[in-house]
């Protein structure tokens, strides 16, 4: 009997280079089931500025019920783009019928060895990299889930961390909690940069699955609990949470993030649109005790690092 494949449905938006981060969060928020992003150098012959360049953005959504609303959804926000960013070429959205994106060959493409900060490597699982100096190598297999590295929210996640867990000594062993865990990426970086503990979370029980298999890979399974629930079913007390969401997810959580927070520990905000970081900041600022410890910033991204007030004795 022949074997019964799935079908889906590809999207492809051609899109100057400046606006495809923000383009390819919004179709991960529409619930694409895939995403991969690549930049291009337009040919200088071609009627356009010299040295510019366009994202290249494939996506992929099960041809179920439903997609079709998904993608006038999409095509709308396009056109919003268009009018909000009128010096740019407008984005080009094509969409077509296959029956087997070919994740693995799509991954592998396109996910080669990155580093990420000063001594953290990101790298594919069938690829070879070979550490120098103080290296931390991280594998990932990403499968179906977020988180390569290769997006700024999660490289913005990763510095913040690699300048807070080796250095900050308030703590002599580090709870940690990572909401949204995807592949277990910015979990398995907290064990190797010395976390004693940490809990990750997440609502796919496919990243869960896949996280597990990361965390084994990079061999700290033994210090990471990985749950699939959502993070306000979750009790617990943690030196430092890192939330790589979106701000609409963010901010209805706002309060049971701090109160898992341990007295002068830390959280981290990523996954934020330039557009939406005042009143991200605004919020959590709101919370007693709380100050701004740090804000990265990369392209039209930007991540929060908050504390919360060690008690006056």
Same mark, same amino acid.
């Given at each position: 009997?022949?074997?019964?494949?799935?079908?889906?449905?590809?999207?492809?938006?051609?899109?100057?280079?400046?606006?495809?981060?923000?383009?390819?969060?919004?179709?991960?928020?529409?619930?694409?089931?895939?995403?991969?992003?690549?930049?291009?150098?337009?040919?200088?012959?071609?009627?356009?500025?010299?040295?510019?360049?366009?994202?290249?953005?494939?996506?992929?959504?099960?041809?179920?019920?439903?997609?079709?609303?998904?993608?006038?959804?999409?095509?709308?926000?396009?056109?919003?783009?268009?009018?909000?960013?009128?010096?740019?070429?407008?984005?080009?959205?094509?969409?077509?019928?296959?029956?087997?994106?070919?994740?693995?060959?799509?991954?592998?493409?396109?996910?080669?060895? *990155?580093?990420?900060?000063?001594?953290?490597?990101?790298?594919?699982?069938?690829?070879?990299?070979?550490?120098?100096?103080?290296?931390?190598?991280?594998?990932?297999?990403?499968?179906?889930?977020?988180?390569?590295?290769?997006?700024?929210?999660?490289?913005?996640?990763?510095?913040?961390?690699?300048?807070? *867990?080796?250095?900050?000594?308030?703590?002599?062993?580090?709870?940690?909690?990572?909401?949204?865990?995807?592949?277990?990426?910015?979990?398995?970086?907290?064990?190797?940069?010395?976390?004693?503990?940490?809990?990750?979370?997440?609502?796919?029980?496919?990243?869960?699955?896949?996280?597990?298999?990361?965390?084994?890979?990079?061999?700290?399974?033994?210090?990471?609990?990985?749950?699939?629930?959502?993070?306000?079913?979750?009790?617990?007390?943690?030196?430092?949470?890192?939330?790589?969401?979106?701000?609409?997810? *963010?901010?209805?959580?706002?309060?049971?993030?701090?109160?898992?927070?341990?007295?002068?520990?830390?959280?981290?905000?990523?996954?934020?649109?330039?557009?939406?970081?005042? *009143?991200?900041?605004?919020?959590?600022?709101?919370?007693?005790?709380?100050?701004?410890?740090?804000?990265?910033?990369?392209?039209?991204?930007?991540?929060?690092?908050?504390?919360?007030?060690?008690?006056?004795?």
């Amino acid at each position: 009997m022949p074997e019964t494949r799935e079908h889906w449905i590809e999207v492809r938006v051609t899109a100057p280079a400046e606006l495809s981060d923000a383009i390819s969060s919004f179709i991960t928020d529409l619930g694409s089931q895939g995403v991969i992003q690549e930049e291009t150098v337009v040919d200088t012959f071609d009627d356009v500025e010299e040295g510019e360049t366009k994202g290249d953005i494939k996506a992929y959504f099960a041809d179920v019920e439903g997609v079709s609303g998904k993608l006038d959804i999409l095509a709308r926000y396009l056109t919003s783009l268009s009018e909000l960013f009128p010096g740019l070429d407008a984005p080009v959205m094509k969409t077509e019928a296959i029956a087997d994106p070919g994740w693995e060959e799509q991954w592998k493409k396109y996910f080669k060895p *990155l580093r990420i900060s000063r001594d953290i490597v990101i790298k594919p699982t069938w690829e070879r990299y070979a550490p120098v100096g103080r290296d931390i190598v991280i594998d990932i297999d990403p499968g179906m889930a977020f988180g390569t590295g290769q997006h700024p929210s999660t490289r913005m996640c990763i510095n913040a961390m690699e300048d807070l *867990l080796p250095k900050d000594r308030s703590f002599e062993k580090w709870s940690v909690l990572d909401v949204g865990t995807g592949t277990g990426i910015l979990a398995i970086t907290a064990a190797k940069l010395g976390a004693h503990q940490v809990v990750a979370v997440d609502l796919d029980l496919k990243a869960v699955e896949i996280a597990e298999k990361n965390a084994d890979i990079n061999r700290v399974r033994d210090r990471i609990e990985i749950l699939n629930r959502d993070v306000t079913t979750f009790q617990g007390r943690f030196n430092l949470i890192v939330a790589n969401l979106t701000a609409p997810t *963010l901010l209805p959580i706002r309060s049971h993030l701090f109160g898992m927070l341990e007295n002068g520990g830390y959280l981290i905000l990523s996954g934020i649109i330039e557009k939406d970081a005042p *009143l991200v900041e605004e919020t959590f600022l709101m919370q007693e005790g709380v100050v701004s410890h740090q804000v990265l910033k990369e392209k039209e991204w930007v991540c929060f690092v908050f504390k919360k007030r060690s008690e006056t004795p």
